[in-house]
C-alpha cells in the first residue's frame, strides 16, 4: 500500500508529532509499504488535500492544533480521503478542556473539580484556596502547565500564562498514583504507571527525558484499581467517540478513588511514549501495533 504521513504541524507540540510519526513512517516501510512523509506546516490545506487524495490512506499524527482538534479531519472527511486516528466529533469531544470536561459530567464520570479563568479572577478563584493545577484550555504534552502544590503561591507565571491565553482551565490537584490506560479501537491496553523523579511532576521535561519511570504493569495499583481504571478509559473513549485509539489519563487517591484527567485523541508514539508500551505488554511488538494501525484506516 502507498501511504502517507504527516508530522510536525503547527502546535507546540511539532517536535513531538514529528518524532512520533517518523517512528511510524519507519514502520510502515519495515512493513514492506510505500511511504511519503510530509509535514503540513509547509502546505496550504488545498495541497495538502489535493496530494492526500493520492494515497491509499493518510497517518495525519498530529498533536494539538492542527491535529486533534478536528480541522483537517473534517477536510478529509469532506475530500473522501480514508485516514487513521480521530473523526471530527471525537475531536470536538475532547480537544477543548471545558467540552470533555462538561461531558464527563454529563455522563456521571469522575473528574476533578474544575473552572475557567482569565488573569483578573486568579485572586479571588476559590480553588486557588488549596493545591490545584493551571492549564490551557486545548494543546498537550503538560505545555505551560503549572502544578501548584504550595499555598500562597507565586502568582508571576500564572499570571503572565493567563494574560497569553485569555482563558485557562483550573482544577484541584489530585495527589495520588497517576496512570494511563490506551484503548485500540475498543480493548482497553494494561494499565501504565507513572512516576515521576522524586520531588517533581510529570511535565513536558519529565516527559520525555527517560527520568520518569513508567511502570507496566504498574507496581503500586491494586488490581481492583487497574480494571477500575481501564472500564473509566474505555467508557470515555466510547462517549467520546474516539473509534480507533485513545489514552486517558487518570489520578487514583489515597482512597481509591479514581478522577479523569484527560483524554489524548492522538497519544504520543514516539520510542518513550505510553501508548506504544501498553500495547507492547499486550503482546504488540511495535510494527505489528502498526499494522493494526493500517486495518483501521477508512
Given at each position: 500500500m502507498n501511504y502517507l504521513v504527516l508530522g510536525g504541524g503547527i502546535s507546540p507540540e511539532k517536535d513531538v508529532s514529528h518524532r512520533s510519526a517518523t517512528a511510524v513512517?519507519?514502520?510502515?516501510?519495515?512493513?514492506?509499504?510505500?511511504?511519503?512523509?510530509?509535514?503540513?506546516?509547509?502546505?496550504?490545506?488545498?495541497?495538502?488535500?489535493?496530494?492526500?487524495?493520492?494515497?491509499?490512506?493518510?497517518?495525519?499524527?498530529?498533536?494539538?492544533?492542527?491535529?486533534?482538534?478536528?480541522?483537517?479531519?473534517?477536510?478529509?472527511?469532506?475530500?473522501?480521503i480514508a485516514y487513521f486516528g480521530p473523526r471530527p466529533d471525537a475531536c470536538r469531544n475532547t480537544f477543548d478542556k471545558a467540552v470533555f470536561k462538561r461531558l464527563l459530567e454529563a455522563h456521571s464520570l469522575p473528574t476533578p473539580r474544575w473552572n475557567i479563568i482569565s488573569a483578573n479572577q486568579l485572586a479571588t478563584e476559590p480553588l486557588t484556596k488549596q493545591p490545584f493545577v493551571l492549564k490551557p484550555i486545548s494543546g498537550g504534552s503538560s505545555i505551560d502547565t503549572f502544578i501548584v502544590r504550595q499555598i500562597p503561591f507565586d502568582d508571576e507565571p500564572l499570571l503572565e500564562a493567563l494574560n497569553r491565553y485569555g482563558t485557562m482551565l483550573i482544577e484541584e490537584l489530585i495527589v495520588g498514583h497517576e496512570v494511563t490506560v490506551g484503548i485500540l479501537k475498543d480493548t482497553a491496553l494494561p494499565v501504565v504507571e507513572i512516576i515521576p523523579p522524586a520531588d517533581q511532576d510529570f511535565d513536558y521535561e519529565n516527559k520525555y527525558n527517560g527520568a520518569t519511570t513508567?511502570?507496566?504493569?504498574?507496581?503500586?495499583?491494586?488490581?481492583?484499581?487497574?480494571a477500575t481504571a481501564q472500564l473509566?478509559?474505555?467508557?470515555?473513549?466510547?462517549?467520546?467517540?474516539?473509534?480507533?485509539?485513545?489514552?486517558?489519563?487518570?489520578?487514583?487517591?489515597?482512597?481509591?478513588?479514581?478522577?479523569?484527567?484527560?483524554?489524548?485523541?492522538?497519544?504520543?508514539?514516539?520510542?518513550?511514549?505510553?501508548?506504544?508500551?501498553?500495547?507492547?505488554?499486550?503482546?504488540?511488538?511495535?510494527?505489528?501495533l502498526v499494522e493494526q494501525f493500517t486495518k483501521l484506516i477508512k
Open positions: 513512517k519507519q514502520a510502515l516501510v519495515a512493513i514492506g509499504h510505500t511511504v511519503t512523509y510530509i509535514d503540513p506546516a509547509d502546505k496550504s490545506t488545498e495541497e495538502l488535500i489535493e496530494q492526500a487524495a493520492k494515497y491509499d490512506g493518510v497517518f495525519p499524527i498530529l498533536h494539538g492544533i492542527g491535529g486533534e482538534d478536528g480541522a483537517l479531519q473534517t477536510e478529509f472527511d469532506t475530500a473522501e513508567e511502570l507496566c504493569p504498574p507496581e503500586n495499583v491494586s488490581d481492583e484499581q487497574q473509566l478509559a474505555l467508557q470515555v473513549h466510547r462517549i467520546s467517540d474516539c473509534g480507533h485509539l485513545s489514552r486517558t489519563d487518570i489520578m487514583i487517591d489515597s482512597d481509591g478513588h479514581h478522577f479523569i484527567i484527560d483524554t489524548n485523541t492522538m497519544p504520543g508514539l514516539t520510542d518513550q511514549s505510553l501508548f506504544p508500551k501498553a500495547a507492547a505488554t499486550a503482546g504488540y511488538s511495535w510494527t505489528e
